[in-house]
């Protein structure tokens, strides 16, 4: 069975320094793994994703993420934070045809 | 481009009364599609999801069902609504290996 854990509930992050979210996955063969971005009331959008290959991985809005097998991780980086990313972020890991989800992690930004 | 829709945005129901929430998928053709609710304060479970017309498959027991009439639409129906089937739905579609993308969301209170 797939499962996902995001160990942090709630992050509160100065605007401009480093955010880091934590994500652990559980999974039996070789993942694919996301993250995903939800502001209030709307639907996800998808940060970045790994397949396969490089183990970091570029998305949008300035975010990364390194896969590593080692410690069934896929942490995802931000290396300066703007007010704009508060939102609520989501890791999933699944395969072609279902996803299992984290239960989130709510960022604050402080000016 | 690929576009998803999702209606209504908001609704409010009473107890023990029916439910149907739709959604369409332009852009593409034999997507997967999904129905996902998230509860306050925790990720997303998977609901349903359909590779094709007329497949349905369920992750979930529960008072809901779905149906898929067409390629791209998929319908999240109940018969009777519990106060318990409150939550945020969401509806989301993917091809192949691309993970999914989910339309604005329906937020429904059953009173």
């Known amino acids: 069975a797939q499962s996902v854990t995001q160990p942090d509930i709630h992050i509160t992050v100065s605007e401009g320094a480093s955010l880091e979210l934590r994500c652990n996955y559980s999974y039996g063969a070789t993942p694919y793994l996301f993250w995903y971005v939800q502001s209030p009331g709307q639907g996800l959008q998808l940060l970045l994703k790994y397949f396969s290959g490089d183990t970091l991985v570029q998305g949008i809005k300035g975010f990364e993420a390194e896969f590593k097998r080692s410690q069934s991780s896929f942490n995802l980086r931000k290396p300066s934070v703007h007010w704009s990313d508060a939102a609520e972020y989501f890791c999933?890991?699944?395969?072609?045809?279902?996803?299992?989800f984290g239960a989130g992690t709510t960022v604050t930004v402080r000016a | 481009s690929q576009t998803i829709h999702q209606w209504p945005a908001t609704l409010v129901q009473p107890v023990g009364s029916p439910l149907s929430l739709e959604c369409t998928v332009e852009g593409t053709s034999n997507p997967n599609l999904y129905w996902y609710r998230q509860a306050a304060g925790r990720g997303l479970q998977l609901l349903f999801y359909s590779v094709g017309i007329g497949q349905i498959s369920s992750e979930v027991p529960q008072n809901l069902s779905a149906s898929r009439p067409q390629d791209r639409q998929f319908i999240l129906s109940s018969k009777k609504l519990l106060l318990s089937d409150s939550g945020f739905y969401l509806c989301?579609?993917?091809?192949?290996?691309?993970?999914?993308?989910f339309g604005s969301g329906t937020r429904l209170t059953v009173v």
């Open positions: 989301a579609w993917s091809k192949g290996s691309l993970g999914d993308t």
């Open positions: 999933a890991v699944g395969n072609d045809y279902k996803l299992s």
